[in-house]
């Protein structure tokens, strides 16, 4: 076959010196040091104007330069088939790779990133679309150790799928990691919703940003005379630019129409180039097309209904054609600089393959073929990529566009490609694949059950439209048993995520009612429970506690909703107030051999985060810290090993961090908090998680002594009112009081206080370590309303023996301690050291034995509080303890 190529480099890049210079430059600094920091490109221009010349030209001076040079490229027809893009750039470098190869190159990601990439296969789950996008991250990171220099370059990027640009979003802010070049190159505009956000991410990341102009008349001539020969005359050159408005494309196909003609490029033939130009461009194409005659037509049709993987032997299939009259097509179309073969250097394509020469023609003639028609090619499309023996997923962007015609095995295909896309971190995919399998429409029995895929497909982004899918398949015949119950649950789950939790507990309880006695109310009585135990509402429903109580009491763990109803008991009771030992008890009781019962793990659905996290902080906030410890890690180790990158790594970094800060490792605990942080701002502001990672950062630095970057944290992160409908550990209004208190704003920090006593108080909330407004409050009040400060003293001390752990306590002793003085203030403060050294928790400590140091002026309290102090990285108690020993006046 002839190969025609008029957009060769050679003859497409004039005026674009300063784009190439930005080329050597960043070429420079990755070839320079394989640990030096990646470089992003970005260059936008209109069609036309040679991004993809500019592409090739990189290319070509990276390759001589000795880099590896991988590629992929956006198609208009393509945006809906997930990691498309991504998958073109990586793919050739992993396949050559053996399975055992691959594995170990992408380490632990192999199970996360291998199914987006097509090299392994998905599993079981629904795959976390950020784990998976971090695992793409990751995959290029490991890859471009290998390979270094590595130059990565994606054309029509405003084309790429949404999947492959939040990878690259990911990947542009975290270049600084990676020695790779990335070059991309896209149209301004033409991009929607997410994916533009994720391609402003992208421009914001470059380090270069270029926008490529139409060629002046200097250069148009310039170009003319190159490929037509000196002799091309000034007024001839200057129709030319004219004609095209200096379009590069069109220049290049302009004079490839005028020497096939063999026009005479002299003045007096300059009147006919618009005519020439117009077979060139939109109705000109197809005009050119049909010339060529109905097979040709048909041929390159069915090429752009392929989109990619396009080969003679598949379009033939699809067009009805004979082998050898295929291949006279694609030597037709390829003289006629329709069709051409893949550039050989982007590593893809074989002998048969086949792509447009340019992305307006493959638009062109995907436009021109009669609706009707479009749509039956899509179907009988499909049909030929499954008997090819790919999946339900591959034949899915076909099956979308063929007309709805009450189909239900379409309807089937379409589930399957669903649940494929789930499979693999795609649910915007899947949502596509669900929303078209309604309009077909499903049959009554199958309809319910597309809706309850399609909820599951939008529950991560968009829990008001998941709602309204669950509401109406609940509203209809067909789901029954679990999946009803499950649905309900999930409905529940998806109001708690909208900020609708009263309406979340109305929901599960309503459906509990109408269900007999047996394991499926019971796990929505528990979730009913659940809900309303994180509700932070203003008060409680009345006799909930004791009817919690009563339940749990008649469960022995035998399945997991009685193993949930006594977590949900133990939470209750530690939020209460109640005995210690009564909460440890009907935890441990939930415990299958001190360990969590299958089906109830980190990653099972069944049950949803919220009630183990209730769990290891039933046990964190009793004393219990290594089996706290032990269960934040476990979730830790489990979301990561999944992949799950969101919401749940975020929660689970934040705990991990809250097991660190009772501990009194302050600076362990600050360092999972920001990673908690960082992760759950990707998730989204104002989330509970939001909440609990911002809140514990803010305490943690408290305790460090850095008041000034607490009060900034708290600034830059929203943390005031109004506070969320959920509980959030630590106490979002104790945790504001303190921090007013501590930078100087007393009258507001009591008033903070205040209402976080309101709070509590409605919601029976009487634990003085969970929501310990009370201890501040008291030292707050301690000059100004010595009575009251007294008053609450005496509550908190109650409070702590009810409660029965020795940090309880020992902090109420030292609340007691620190509005006294002389002897009853030491005696006081060395009862608080003896509970606390027993403690687990040190930061405490270590300030007891600092302020028992200071009472009783004993130098080796202050030493040993001072030791402790430097261990926990509480800088503040260390420089107070620093001071008493320097001034050491009437230190014994």
């Known amino acids: 076959?002839?190969?025609?190529?008029?957009?060769?480099?050679?003859?497409?890049?004039?005026?674009?010196?300063?784009?190439?210079?930005?080329?050597?430059?960043?070429?420079?600094?990755?070839?320079?040091?394989?640990?030096?920091?990646?470089?992003?490109?970005?260059?936008?221009?209109?069609?036309?104007?040679?991004?993809?010349?500019?592409?090739?030209?990189?290319?070509?001076?990276?390759?001589?330069?000795?880099?590896?040079?991988?590629?992929?490229?956006?198609?208009?027809?393509?945006?809906?088939?997930?990691?498309?893009?991504?998958?073109?750039?990586?793919?050739?470098?992993?396949?050559?790779?053996?399975?055992?190869?691959?594995?170990?190159?992408?380490?632990?990601?192999?199970?996360?990133?291998?199914?987006?990439?097509?090299?392994?296969?998905?599993?079981?789950?629904?795959?976390?679309?950020?784990?998976?996008?971090?695992?793409?991250?990751?995959?290029?990171?490991?890859?471009?150790?290998?390979?270094?220099?590595?130059?990565?370059?994606?054309?029509?990027?405003?084309?790429?799928?949404?999947?492959?640009?939040?990878?690259l979003a990911a990947f542009a802010e975290r270049l600084d990691e990676t020695a790779v070049l990335v070059v991309v190159a896209r149209r301004p505009g033409e991009v929607p919703g997410t994916s533009a956000r994720h391609l402003d991410t992208v421009a914001a990341a470059a380090q270069g940003l270029g926008t490529l102009s139409a060629l002046t008349p200097d250069a148009t001539a310039g170009l003319t005379r190159a490929t037509l020969g000196r002799h091309a005359d000034a007024a001839f050159c200057r129709e030319v630019w004219a004609v095209t408005a200096g379009n590069p494309y069109e220049t290049v196909e302009l004079l490839a129409k005028v020497r096939d003609s063999e026009l005479q490029p002299i003045e007096a033939r300059a009147g006919e180039l618009r005519e020439l130009n117009r077979s060139a461009r939109g109705v000109g194409i197809i005009a050119r097309l049909e010339e060529l005659g109905v097979d040709a037509t048909r041929f390159a049709w069915a090429a752009a209904i392929l989109g990619t993987g396009i080969t003679t032997g598949l379009v033939a299939r699809l067009a009805t054609l004979r082998p050898e009259e295929a291949r006279r097509c694609a030597e037709l179309l390829s003289t006629a600089r329709i069709l051409t073969t893949p550039d050989p250097g982007t590593g893809r394509g074989g002998e048969d393959d086949l792509e447009f020469v340019h992305p307006l023609i493959a638009t062109a003639v995907y436009d021109s073929i009669p609706d009707a028609l479009r749509t039956a090619m899509h179907g009988i499309a499909a049909r030929i990529v499954t008997d090819e023996g790919h999946s339900a997923a591959a034949a899915a962007r076909h099956l979308i566009e063929v007309h709805p015609d009450d189909d239900e095995e379409l309807v089937g295909q379409l589930r399957e490609a669903a649940r494929e896309h789930l499979a693999v971190g795609a649910p915007d995919a899947a949502r596509r694949c669900l929303e078209r399998a309604l309009e077909e429409p499903p049959r009554p029995e199958s309809h319910p059950h597309v809706l309850y895929e399609l909820a599951q497909?939008?529950?991560?982004?968009?829990?008001?439209?998941?709602?309204?899918?669950?509401?109406?398949?609940?509203?209809?015949?067909?789901?029954?048993?679990?999946?009803?119950?499950?649905?309900?649950?999930?409905?529940?789950?998806?109001?708690?995520?909208?900020?609708?939790?009263?309406?979340?507990?109305?929901?599960?309880?309503?459906?509990?009612?109408?269900?007999?006695?047996?394991?499926?109310?019971?796990?929505?009585?528990?979730?009913?429970?659940?809900?309303?135990?994180?509700?932070?509402?203003?008060?409680?429903?009345?006799?909930?506690?004791?009817?919690?109580?009563?339940?749990?009491?008649?469960?022995?763990?035998?399945?997991?909703?009685?193993?949930?109803?006594?977590?949900?008991?133990?939470?209750?009771?530690?939020?209460?107030?109640?005995?210690?030992?009564?909460?440890?008890?009907?935890?441990?009781?939930?415990?299958?051999?001190?360990?969590?019962?299958?089906?109830?793990?980190?990653?099972?659905?069944?049950?949803?985060?919220?009630?183990?996290?209730?769990?290891?902080?039933?046990?964190a906030f009793t004393d219990r810290l290594d089996r706290a410890e032990s269960l934040y890690n476990e979730a830790l180790r489990a979301y990561e090993t999944a992949g799950w990158s969101g919401g749940h790594l975020a929660l689970a970094h934040a705990y991990v961090g809250l097991g660190h800060r009772r501990r009194g490792r302050l600076k362990e605990a600050e360092a999972s908090l920001c990673e908690s942080l960082r992760l759950a701002e990707r998730v989204g502001r104002g989330l509970p998680l939001y909440w609990t990672a911002t809140c514990a950062l803010v305490e943690t630095l408290l305790a460090r002594g850095r008041v000034e970057e607490a009060w900034e944290v708290a600034e830059r992160h929203g943390f005031a009112p109004p506070y969320p409908s959920t509980i959030v550990l630590p106490d979002p209004r104790s945790v504001r009081g303190r921090l007013l208190l501590a930078i100087g704003r007393t009258k507001d920090g009591i008033n903070e206080l205040e209402a976080a006593e309101k709070a509590a108080a409605a919601r029976g909330h009487h634990n003085p370590v969970l929501v310990p407004w009370a201890a501040d409050l008291a030292r707050a009040l301690g000059t100004e309303d010595p009575a009251r400060a007294a008053r609450l003293a005496v509550d908190v001390r109650r409070r702590a023996e009810r409660f029965g752990t020795d940090t309880a306590l020992g902090e109420a002793l030292r609340c007691a301690a620190a509005l006294e003085t002389g002897q009853r203030a030491v005696r006081l403060a060395a009862q608080a050291v003896t509970y606390l050294e027993a403690s687990p928790c040190q930061y405490e400590h270590a300030a007891a034995r600092i302020e028992y140091g200071i009472a009783a002026r004993s130098a080796p309290d202050l030493e040993r509080g001072l030791d402790l102090a430097v261990s926990c990285g509480a800088d503040g108690l260390a420089a107070r303890a620093r001071a008493e020993l320097t001034t050491g006046a009437g230190l014994r």
């Not at 290319?59 to 893009?85: D, H, K, M």
């Not at 971090?134 to 990565?152: F, Q």
């Not at 008649?554 to 530690?574: H, K, M, P, Q, Y």
């Open 1 to 167: 076959m002839t190969e025609v190529r008029p957009m060769a480099a050679a003859s497409a890049l004039w005026e674009r010196d300063e784009e190439i210079a930005a080329v050597q430059r960043a070429l420079d600094s990755l070839c320079a040091d394989s640990s030096s920091s990646g470089g992003l490109l970005v260059f936008r221009g209109e069609a036309g104007l040679g991004k993809t010349a500019l592409l090739a030209e990189t290319r070509r001076i990276a390759e001589a330069r000795g880099c590896t040079v991988w590629s992929a490229r956006g198609g208009e027809t393509l945006r809906s088939v997930p990691f498309n893009v991504v998958r073109q750039l990586l793919q050739p470098a992993l396949v050559s790779m053996l399975p055992e190869e691959a594995r170990e190159y992408l380490g632990d990601w192999y199970d996360i990133a291998g199914p987006a990439l097509g090299i392994a296969d998905p599993g079981d789950r629904q795959a976390d679309p950020q784990g998976v996008c971090d695992g793409l991250v990751a995959a290029v990171r490991r890859l471009a150790r290998r390979d270094w220099p590595l130059v990565l370059l994606i054309d029509d990027a405003h084309w790429a799928d949404q999947e492959t640009l939040h990878w």
């Open 457 to 619: 497909a939008t529950f991560l982004t968009a829990p008001a439209r998941t709602i309204a899918h669950l509401r109406t398949a609940l509203g209809m015949p067909g789901l029954d048993g679990d999946q009803r119950v499950d649905a309900v649950f999930r409905l529940s789950q998806a109001l708690l995520h909208n900020d609708q939790l009263e309406e979340a507990v109305r929901t599960v309880e309503a459906e509990a009612a109408r269900l007999r006695p047996g394991p499926a109310r019971m796990r929505l009585q528990a979730v009913h429970f659940m809900w309303e135990g994180i509700h932070a509402g203003e008060a409680t429903s009345p006799g909930r506690s004791r009817r919690l109580a009563d339940l749990a009491a008649t469960c022995t763990g035998r399945d997991n909703s009685e193993r949930a109803l006594l977590i949900l008991r133990g939470f209750d009771a530690l939020m209460h107030g109640e005995n210690a030992e009564e909460v440890t008890e009907a935890c441990d009781r939930a415990l299958v051999n001190g360990r969590l019962a299958p089906g109830l793990g980190w990653t099972d659905t069944e049950w949803g985060i919220e009630l183990l996290l209730m769990l290891a902080n039933a046990y």
